[in-house]
């Protein structure tokens, strides 16, 4: 699946798909709630309330450059999560098969650093961490870096000793502020919230315009309910004003947006219904 704006091509590959509801990291999103909201159907939840979900990776094609937005949950790794522990996927497989074998990706961009945002940045090797993508420039916001290293996270295990640390320690770690641009096209700009240097992904060409989200919104009942906030918000009165603030400047915009969990198509845009706001699909990706 993928999507043109303007001369930048982004393509999505998935790595997991979750169809088992969402409450465990969205606790008002009850299947209850979720069926008083008919127009998630199908895209989003099925007709009985069940949240779809998916854990996926954008790869933007841009100025030349292959960067990859976000990095999943990886192979191999101790999680405490069912489903995320230890897996043994075919996300290299297929991220080659789209045509994005890891030694073509030229950057790595991590929205923040949480389990499911990392995973893939290195894998197993002779019993070792190793750089996924060893051509690649990692792209972290340094205040999440610093954040996360001074920070012990016993929900996800040692997500920054497998997953960022080794990277660092390769030297392919560029600590970055958080309007950073990678080229004409592609800027960071902060959303703060989820955590404390989380960062979305803006993306400008030929006059139009898409966001990549990263974890501002994990689903989108969430722009009917930007209040709902997840139980994995480092500061949820923050990520509740971000989430406000995004909203308000995508309803009815231009603005394609590219939601880092959304299920199935995962792009489209936020409109206005009365009071409320709904997400509209895009079906049309290629």
Not at 9 to 25: A, D, F, L, Q
Not at 95 to 100: E, I, N, P, Q, S
Request: net charge negative; charged share 25%; proline share 6%.
């Amino acid at each position: 699946m993928s999507w043109q704006v303007g001369n930048v091509r982004i393509h999505k590959v998935v790595e997991i798909e979750m169809k088992s509801g969402v409450t465990w990291i969205l606790p008002d999103a009850t299947r209850e709630a979720l069926a008083r909201e008919p127009w998630l159907v199908p895209h989003f939840a099925d007709r009985d309330g069940r949240a779809l979900m998916s854990v996926h990776t954008f790869v933007i094609e841009a100025d030349g450059r292959r960067i990859l937005v976000d990095t999943c949950v990886g192979n191999d790794k101790k999680r405490p999560i069912p489903g995320w522990d230890r897996r043994s996927g075919p996300f290299l497989d297929d991220l080659a098969a789209a045509g994005f074998p890891a030694e073509s990706i030229d950057g790595v961009l991590c929205t923040h650093l949480h389990v499911d945002h990392v995973g893939w940045n290195t894998r197993l090797e002779g019993g070792r961490w190793v750089p996924t993508f060893p051509r690649a420039r990692y792209l972290f916001h340094r205040r999440e870096f610093d954040y996360w290293r001074a920070e012990e996270d016993p929900m996800f295990a040692d997500v920054f000793g497998d997953s960022v640390q080794p990277v660092f320690d390769a030297g392919l770690v560029d600590l970055v502020e958080a309007d950073h641009r990678i080229g004409d096209c592609v800027a960071l700009e902060p959303t703060p919230g989820h955590t404390p240097g989380h960062v979305s992904v803006r993306i400008r060409s030929g006059g139009q315009e898409a966001v990549i989200t990263g974890d501002l919104m994990h689903h989108p009942v969430q722009c009917a309910h930007p209040d709902w906030a997840s139980s994995a918000d480092v500061d949820a009165d923050q990520a509740r004003k971000t989430r406000h603030e995004f909203i308000r400047s995508c309803a009815d915009a231009p603005v394609l947006v590219l939601g880092t969990h959304f299920a199935g198509p995962s792009a489209g845009h936020i409109v206005r219904r009365g009071q409320s706001h709904q997400f509209q699909a895009a079906t049309d990706a290629a």
